[in-house]
């Protein structure tokens, strides 16, 4: 038998890098459908975790700046996050607030004693041991002298000394923590598909050219009859990460982490109670607050004890209970 001629259907993904540096990737992603390319590109944006600076302890500030100004931008440093499986999350964490197993502390300190305007960059930052492992929390540099951003300027005279805690985080949280600082993202680039209804003054072909990815697609042949069970198999990426993680780490966190969602749902339908106690499969929300019967309605007593076990206290006005609580005026319920 010639195997050779046989018609053999593709099973799963395909993958066909068509670019990679450093800081970027450019790849096709087929035989899937638009659903799980979609899941890819949102869990590659929102939910791949990074390190970022979270806490700034200020021990003095006479620059110009404010200090929230200054907290903000150290927030925005991006910092290696090579392999951060090490790094716990806080909230998984048995410590009060941080400590060495789910945060990395670095400490800025400059002063100006010149006439000139002192610069203070990124390569300031001083990492302190211990930490998860020898990469994470170091700032990232990439420009050819050496300095990283700029975080503040300073004049004779003034200086800055504070401690920041670098904890581990996704963008769903905040922007600080994502990967990316762009997906690109498109299939059907000749849109035959008709996804997209143009918007054009007088031609459509001219005012809306097609892009790259066009080339790596048949155009729609004139007169041809449109398949209305046609569906897209061919999504193009292009990852440009900041720099924390290298752009293929980035798409298999992704993948990892949509691999632990799954595994939640399955879970979940499969009936499964044999989780962690402090969330789903990926370290968020699911857990009920502590002394909440998981099995009490919110309606069976008419709201006169609440989920929490504990009927309404007196607050520290001295109200008298109500059935939401205290009021804070001291009155002890509604009918007055």
Same mark, same amino acid.
């Given at each position: 038998?010639?195997?050779?001629?046989?018609?053999?259907? =593709?099973?799963?993904?395909?993958?066909?890098?068509?670019?990679?540096?450093?800081?970027?990737?450019?790849?096709?992603?087929?035989?899937?459908?638009?659903?799980?390319?979609?899941?890819?590109?949102?869990?590659?944006?929102?939910?791949?975790?990074?390190?970022?600076?979270?806490?700034?302890?200020?021990?003095?500030?006479?620059?110009?700046?404010?200090?929230?100004?200054?907290?903000?931008?150290?927030?925005?440093?991006?910092?290696?996050?090579?392999?951060?499986?090490?790094?716990?999350?806080?909230?998984?964490?048995?410590?009060?607030?941080?400590?060495?197993?789910?945060?990395?502390?670095?400490?800025?300190?400059?002063?100006?004693?010149?006439?000139?305007?002192?610069?203070?960059?990124?390569?300031?930052?001083?990492? =302190?041991?211990?930490?998860?492992?020898?990469?994470?929390?170091?700032?990232?540099?990439?420009?050819?002298?050496?300095?990283?951003?700029?975080?503040?300027?300073?004049?004779?005279?003034?200086?800055?000394?504070?401690?920041?805690?670098?904890?581990?985080?996704?963008?769903?949280? $905040?922007?600080?923590?994502?990967?990316?600082?762009?997906?690109?993202?498109?299939?059907?680039? $000749?849109?035959?598909?008709?996804?997209?209804?143009?918007?054009?003054?007088?031609?459509?072909?001219? =005012?809306?050219?097609?892009?790259?990815?066009?080339?790596?697609?048949?155009?729609?042949?004139? !007169?041809?009859?449109?398949?209305?069970?046609?569906?897209?198999?061919?999504?193009?990426?292009?990852? =440009?990460?900041?720099?924390?993680?290298?752009?293929?780490?980035?798409?298999?966190?992704?993948?990892?982490?949509?691999?632990?969602?799954?595994?939640?749902?399955?879970?979940?339908?499969?009936?499964?109670?044999?989780?962690?106690?402090?969330?789903?499969?990926?370290?968020?929300?699911?857990?009920?607050?502590?002394?909440?019967?998981?099995?009490?309605?919110?309606?069976?007593?008419? !709201?006169?004890?609440?989920?929490?076990?504990?009927?309404?206290?007196?607050?520290?006005?001295? !109200?008298?209970?109500?059935?939401?609580?205290?009021?804070?005026?001291? $009155?002890?319920?509604?009918?007055?």
């Amino acid at each position: 038998m010639d195997y050779d001629t046989m018609d053999v259907e =593709e099973i799963g993904p395909r993958v066909m890098i068509r670019e990679a540096a450093g800081d970027r990737a450019d790849f096709t992603l087929g035989n899937v459908d638009l659903a799980f390319a979609n899941s890819l590109r949102r869990t590659i944006l929102a939910e791949v975790p990074t390190m970022a600076i979270d806490l700034v302890e200020i021990d003095e500030n006479t620059s110009v700046l404010a200090d929230e100004f200054i907290a903000h931008r150290l927030g925005l440093v991006p910092l290696n996050s090579k392999q951060i499986e090490d790094v716990y999350y806080t909230r998984e964490c048995d410590c009060d607030q941080y400590c060495e197993n789910c945060s990395v502390t670095l400490t800025l300190r400059a002063k100006c004693t010149g006439d000139e305007v002192m610069k203070v960059y990124a390569r300031d930052l001083v990492v =302190e041991e211990p930490r998860p492992n020898e990469w994470v929390g170091k700032p990232i540099i990439t420009d050819e002298a050496g300095l990283g951003v700029v975080i503040c300027k300073l004049r004779k005279g003034q200086e800055i000394s504070m401690r920041c805690i670098a904890k581990k985080g996704i963008a769903k949280e $905040h922007a600080k923590w994502a990967p990316t600082s762009a997906v690109g993202f498109e299939y059907d680039p $000749h849109n035959k598909l008709r996804h997209v209804d143009y918007w054009y003054e007088e031609d459509p072909v001219k =005012e809306w050219p097609i892009s790259e990815n066009g080339k790596w697609e048949n155009p729609e042949q004139e !007169g041809q009859q449109f398949d209305f069970e046609a569906t897209p198999s061919r999504f193009f990426f292009n990852i =440009e990460s900041v720099g924390n993680l290298e752009p293929d780490a980035i798409v298999q966190q992704g993948i990892k982490v949509m691999q632990q969602k799954l595994a939640a749902v399955l879970q979940e339908l499969s009936g499964d109670d044999n989780r962690n106690a402090d969330g789903d499969a990926d370290g968020f929300g699911g857990q009920e607050p502590d002394g909440m019967n998981a099995g009490a309605g919110y309606g069976a007593d008419q !709201g006169y004890t609440t989920p929490y076990i504990n009927p309404g206290a007196a607050s520290q006005w001295g !109200g008298g209970a109500t059935p939401y609580g205290a009021t804070p005026y001291g $009155h002890s319920g509604w009918n007055q």
